[in-house]
């Protein structure tokens, strides 16, 4: 009896320690990226580190200004936005109010694999695929552009669009559209006027998750957007965004070096980006829910 | 002025089209690399090493890299992801511990892959000194694998019915020995579902074991858990990106492995998702 005790005591500790581990493995990320990242600004003032228009790690003396790969990252993410808002949210109305039961659920599966599919197979097909064209239609010298990063990286955010605000939308009460239905209205007026507005946060939600996957996503965008760490020119032209400039360069950083923590410094600024969009997300499916 | 019908029935066929744009390329993309990858999957292909700098020859060690890092990362986080949707579902319904903890597990699951790497560096290979090894590989996967494996657990528990915790309950079983004998079992099937998308991820992810483990060319296999390996996912990138002059059949081939893995495991997961959602009795 007594030695149950003890054993559902032990287990039950574990229990309570493993519960509260997700949040210690958050404050350890930042702080073992705070911890390499912040020797950086012992030589570099921070203003410089984030205003810097060049990015020259390897020149002697070297400069790390992250301006371009800011501004290259956030031309990406705008490019993919475009293409995966309208069609994500689109698809979603779809799969949640309009498709039949059996079609539901072939297509849910769909995106299920869309985004099963590792970012590297998706740079690859990309490679073989947007690259070339890019470079047929729009006549220019290379298709490693930051439009053709957009369109890959807008098929990674559809899947977590589609997901959520398909979500969003399935918790609409039933009793908003009867209400709409009993005044007359068409589905589609009651999913346009009704529905739609009632998921409006629970939509915004997913748009702004959708966006935060595409700043995160390294390989595809490492593989398709040329890499060239000047400023961007225009979506036509290759660029380099944050989270390729560590996934390239780090193999190359000497450890303890001040290349190594301006990767750890760009680090912290992706993972604050990530870190507000997650809360701010939460706070707006929340919100809407009390 | 539109009828109504007719504004309904162009909206529903702009939605269906933008559908299926969305998931069209799912087929496209499995078109392509079944169509050219399937010339270059032979029984050498998958046992042998690869030769002259990855031009020719198999991908043994990849396979078998990947194999171990997944092994490693369901190792570490199954237990530990389990326990804490235990502990979520079981011990701290809406307290603001729990508030908290969901709010890490959120953002867990939104921290950039490569930052994951750059954690790992830091911490597995860097400061617990593990180098550049398959440990360091999988404790970092594992941990980008965590917030899967805790929110498809949590919700598989919650989803068993409050009367069955009551009734083990009442027949005077601690609340341990409920939680072991009541709901776990019926919560199976939900946590199997999320290990096995865990394993998925994990296995197809790439960013994170950029700097922590993968080997650009290594043609041996590994000797222990401190050894570097090749990966499946690593071994694509630098196919297509860093070695000119591949056989497009290598790269294909190679991308169908992995996608083969990846897609493999997603469809157990959905069959087996909807196999108990058929036998569900309550």
Do not use: C
Not at chain 1, 134 to 153: C, H
Not at chain 1, 237 to 259: C, F, K, N, S, W
Not at chain 2, 62 to 80: D, E, K, N
């Amino acid at each position: 009896m007594n030695f149950r005790r003890i054993k559902e005591f032990f287990v039950e500790s574990a229990i309570k320690i493993s519960g509260i581990a997700s949040i210690f493995i958050v404050a350890l990320i930042f702080f073992f990226l705070l911890k390499e990242g912040v020797l950086l600004f012992k030589t570099e003032k921070i203003t410089h580190f984030i205003f810097g228009k060049n990015w020259y790690p390897i020149s002697d003396p070297p400069d790390f200004g992250i301006l371009p790969l800011i501004l290259g990252t956030l031309l990406v993410t705008l490019g993919a936005a475009l293409i995966a808002v309208p069609f994500g949210v689109a698809a979603a109305i779809y799969i949640s109010e309009v498709a039949p039961g059996k079609l539901k659920e072939v297509l849910k599966s769909g995106i299920e694999l869309l985004a099963a599919i590792p970012s590297v197979v998706l740079g690859f097909i990309g490679m073989i695929t947007i690259v070339p064209w890019m470079k047929i239609i729009f006549k220019i010298p290379t298709g490693l552009t930051a439009f053709s990063g957009s369109i890959v990286l807008a098929f990674m955010a559809m899947p977590t669009i589609v997901s959520i605000a398909e979500d969003a939308l399935h918790s609409v009460p039933k009793a908003y559209k009867e209400g709409a239905y009993a005044l007359g209205a068409t589905k589609w007026q009651t999913i346009y006027r009704v529905v739609l507005p009632a998921a409006s946060s629970g939509v915004v939600a997913a748009v702004m998750l959708g966006i935060g996957r595409v700043v995160g996503e390294t390989m595809a965008v490492m593989m398709l957007t040329g890499n060239s760490p000047s400023m961007p020119r225009g979506m036509l032209y290759p660029v380099r965004t944050l989270t390729a400039t560590i996934a390239a360069e780090m193999g190359e950083a000497v450890q303890g070096g001040d290349h190594y923590y301006a990767l750890f410094a760009i680090g912290i600024i992706l993972f604050l980006i990530t870190f507000a969009i997650n809360i701010t997300a939460d706070l707006v499916i929340h919100r809407k829910r009390q | 002025m539109i009828s109504p019908r007719l504004t309904q029935k162009i909206a529903f066929s702009l939605l269906l089209l933008a559908t299926l744009m969305v998931i069209l390329p799912v087929a496209v993309v499995l078109f392509i690399i079944v169509k050219n990858g399937l010339p270059g999957i032979s029984w050498e292909f998958l046992t042998q090493m690869p030769k002259s700098g990855m031009r020719a020859g198999g991908i043994l060690p990849a396979i078998i890299g990947t194999f171990y890092l997944v092994l490693g990362a369901v190792v570490f986080a199954l237990p530990l992801g389990v326990l804490a949707a235990i502990y979520l579902s079981e011990y701290s319904k809406d307290s603001w511990m729990s508030r908290l903890v969901r709010l890490a597990i959120i953002n867990l699951a939104g921290v950039p892959s490569v930052v994951f790497g750059l954690f790992g560096l830091a911490l597995f290979v860097g400061f617990f000194k593990f180098g550049a090894s398959i440990l360091a590989g999988s404790l970092t996967l594992g941990i980008m694998i965590l917030p899967v494996i805790i929110t498809s657990s949590r919700e598989a528990l919650d989803s068993v019915p409050k009367s069955f915790r009551e009734v083990s309950l009442s027949l005077g079983s601690t609340k341990l020995q409920t939680i072991k004998y009541a709901v776990l079992p019926h919560a199976l099937p939900g946590i199997l579902t999320g290990t096995i998308l865990g394993i998925g991820r994990a296995a197809g992810e790439t960013a994170p074991i950029l700097f922590t483990v993968a080997a650009f060319y290594l043609p041996r296999l590994p000797h222990s858990a401190f050894d570097q390996v090749m990966a499946l996912p690593y071994h694509l990138y630098v196919l297509s990106t860093q070695v000119p002059n591949v056989d497009q059949k290598i790269r294909y081939g190679t991308a169908l492995v992995l996608l083969t893995i990846v897609l493999l495991m997603n469809l157990i997961a959905i069959m087996i998702r909807s196999y108990f959602r058929g036998k569900k009795k309550w």
